[in-house]
């Protein structure tokens, strides 16, 4: 059985590579704001390329592990420290910890019931659904997208779940390369800094995105 500590490690360097992946989806997905008949064929065509990629494909199987390693860690610590009784609600340390690290399980439980939403409307349909082709004879991704963020309430599911990923995000990656031993006193700010200021890109580009299409496809 893993100690709290090993448990912590691989949760950080699971969580780091998840925010990593973040980052290349979300330069990905950027396309979407490109002119309408630009974007949906080179939408396409970045899906199809991904799905075919020998490469990708053993990326994707480290992402599926690492997300349920990472939501698996995650329970288990939360549990043992309400078991130790070593949470923020017993011990008053609410003046030194932020909101978000009282609540990462929190947090963390409504990114995976929105990772499993998300999964089951883009990633399943792609892979085993019967999508048309566009004009190339790509699958045509980009009309899946654009259909479901024409839906308004799928639309605040997702924001609101982007607000969640960011609180999440900021203390997470703080959190992170603290357990990892590289959080210097001498670099605390600039640390702190680039977490909040990389978490607010990516989870304000990504909440961009269907708000953009439900506007710009009316």
């Known amino acids: 059985m893993l100690s709290t500590l090993s448990r912590k490690i691989l949760m950080c360097a699971t969580g780091l590579f998840l925010s990593f992946f973040l980052l290349i989806h979300f330069l990905g997905n950027l396309q979407l704001f490109l002119p309408q008949e630009q974007a949906h064929l080179q939408f396409n065509a970045y899906s199809h390329f991904l799905s075919g990629n020998i490469i990708i494909k053993i990326v994707s199987y480290v992402l599926y592990t690492s997300i349920i390693v990472h939501a698996v860690d995650g329970l288990i610590i939360t549990l043992r420290n309400r078991k130790s009784g070593g949470n923020y609600r017993t011990d008053n340390r609410k003046r030194a910890s932020t909101w978000a690290s009282r609540n990462m399980g929190i947090l963390g439980t409504l990114i995976l019931i929105f990772l499993v939403i998300h999964f089951q409307n883009f990633w399943y349909v792609y892979k085993f659904g019967n999508l048309p082709l566009d004009d190339n004879g790509n699958k045509d991704l980009y009309i899946l997208v654009i259909t ?43 640390f702190k800094n680039a977490g909040i200021a990389y978490s607010l890109i990516i989870c304000c580009g990504f909440a961009l995105m269907p708000i953009y299409i439900f506007f710009t496809n009316r």
């Not at 799928?154 to 990892?180: F, K, N, P």
């Open 148 to 190: 479901v963020f024409k839906e308004w309430w799928y639309v605040l599911i997702y924001v609101a779940s982007m607000i969640a990923l960011c609180y999440h995000l900021i203390h997470g990656i703080q959190s992170a390369v603290r357990t990892l031993g590289v959080f210097h006193p001498k670099f605390v700010r600039w």
